[in-house]
């Protein structure tokens, strides 16, 4: 179901899709921080980078900042409440990153598979990053300075719950560089 209203959200809705978004969507709206989107239970296709998600359900495909701030952007939030989602990089700098500022990335349940590139997945430079995964067989496949690494910053990975898999190349998987503290806990799997 399609609840966006046209007058209230800058985003053109066009045969019952929106630009940047697609699937079930349930809410965007502009604000000073950047776009903040609600996703239903269904599908949801994530293209455009928000300052602000929250999505209720569904198997979700994520080819976004997905709770990374970036310089015009300083603080990024992204909830996922349940689903087996997937977690694109297109750019570095995703994934519950913190570039000049704070990025959240938390995924509450499901099987979901994050696939980054360079400084993503819980990084902070000179800012603050976290992932937070709380249930689920997931996958953490990433480059260099990924999965829980800071430099001038703190960096987080925390995955509670799950038979999880980590890869990276280099730099990486709770790595702390100058004046940075990073980690990677992995409570139980």
Do not use: H
């Amino acid at each position: 179901t399609q609840s966006v209203d046209p007058e209230l959200s800058p985003v053109k809705i066009e045969n019952g899709n929106t630009k940047g978004f697609d699937g079930d969507i349930m809410f965007i709206q502009e604000s000073d921080i950047g776009k903040i989107v609600v996703g239903g239970i269904g599908t949801t296709y994530y293209y455009d980078d928000a300052a602000f998600i929250i999505d209720l359900g569904g198997n979700d495909y994520y080819f976004n900042n997905a709770g990374s701030s970036r310089p015009d952007s300083p603080v990024s939030i992204c909830l996922d409440f349940s689903g087996n989602d997937t977690y694109v990089a297109r750019t570095n700098f995703t994934q519950g990153s913190g570039l000049f500022g704070a990025g959240i990335l938390m995924d509450f349940n499901g099987d979901d598979s994050y696939l980054g590139r360079e400084y993503s997945q819980g990084i902070g430079v000179f800012g603050i990053g976290l992932i937070y995964d709380e249930n689920g067989d997931d996958l953490y496949n990433s480059q260099a300075m990924c999965q829980g690494g800071a430099s001038f910053g703190i960096g987080l990975l925390y995955d509670k719950k799950g038979n999880d898999q980590y890869f990276s190349r280099w730099y990486s998987q709770g790595l702390g560089l100058t004046k940075g503290v990073g980690g990677l806990i992995d409570s139980a799997g």
